[in-house]
């Protein structure tokens, strides 16, 4: 089974940090990044920038909406996906990335979630 995983921060927080010291933060992600690919489970491990539009049917036509964040400090820095048994296995190998690991992201309110997905199979 697939499950996403969703990478979040506290922008207040974040934003309040010097660049070089997040610079810091982020040199310490790295060898636990290393570690998590290791497992061979992650299948696609993406960073998500700040900038957001949404879509959304409206009378009948798509329209492009420019939505403002609805939780500003909680924010969603990162996605990967892995591949795992059970919930219990994706907690495990989800456990070794930096969001849970580095200690800097207890008090800059980094936040892991973990949500089963599905696939769609494509028809040609």
């Known amino acids: 089974m697939k499950y996403q995983c969703m990478g979040f921060f506290n922008k207040e927080k974040m934003?309040?940090?010097?660049?070089?010291?997040?610079d810091a933060i982020m040199m310490e992600c790295q060898?636990?990044?290393?570690?998590?690919?290791?497992s061979g489970q992650v299948l696609m491990d993406l960073g998500v920038a700040q900038e957001m539009k949404s879509l959304q049917r409206i009378d009948g036509k798509v329209q492009v909406?420019?939505?403002p964040i609805t939780e500003p400090t909680k924010?969603?820095?990162?996605?990967?996906?892995?591949?795992?048994q059970d919930m219990d296995e994706a907690i495990r190998v989800a456990?070794?990335?930096?969001?849970?690991q580095v200690?800097?992201?207890?008090q800059l309110g980094w936040e892991l979630?973990?949500?089963p997905v599905h696939t769609f199979e494509m028809k040609s």
């Open 95 to 100: 456990s070794q990335h930096p969001t849970v």
């Open 113 to 115: 979630e973990i949500r």
């Open 103 to 106: 200690s800097s992201g207890e």
């Open 75 to 84: 924010v969603l820095g990162s996605v990967f996906v892995i591949e795992a």
């Open 31 to 38: 060898p636990h990044l290393d570690e998590l690919f290791k």
């Open 15 to 22: 934003d309040a940090l010097p660049k070089e010291e997040i």
């Open 65 to 67: 909406i420019s939505s």
